[in-house]
């Protein structure tokens, strides 16, 4: 099985870097034979915030997560939630709460490191 790890830093909006990564995270999630993790550090915390709401033709960076999130795993850097008062109870579902180590783990068991 192949694995890819995305790294995101930038806010889920306000440019296009979040959401061209879930596409590409999101499609490659879909696909068999293939591992998808992401992880969101800095500003990109905010993409797992649950309940996001949208004008009606905007894309919604939670949904897009929720996709890769049932075919893979999202994690989320604590200290960057913390620095932003996320609290857990505030994460989207099928997103957790994770540490740099878990980071370093993924970076290390995956065959492409995407970094956005």
Do not use: H
């Not at 995270?25 to 969101?40: D, I, K, P, S, Y």
């Not at 033709?57 to 795993?73: I, P």
């Not at 008062?85 to 994770?98: E, N, Y």
Request: aromatic share 6%; hydrophobic share 45%; proline share 2%.
């Amino acid at each position: 099985m192949a694995s890819t790890l995305f790294i995101l830093n930038e806010a889920p909006y306000g440019s296009e870097r979040a959401y061209n990564a879930l596409r590409l995270a999101g499609t490659l999630a879909g696909r068999e034979g293939q591992q998808v993790r992401v992880f969101l550090l800095a500003d990109a915390v905010a993409c797992a915030r649950a309940g996001q709401k949208l004008p009606e033709g905007y894309y919604n960076v939670e949904l897009m997560l929720g996709k890769v999130a049932r075919n893979g795993e999202v994690g989320l850097c604590g200290t960057c939630m913390d620095a932003r008062g996320m609290k857990d109870g505030d994460l989207a579902a099928g997103t957790k709460r994770s540490t740099l180590k878990e980071l370093a783990d993924w970076t290390v068991e995956a065959d492409k490191v995407l970094v956005f």
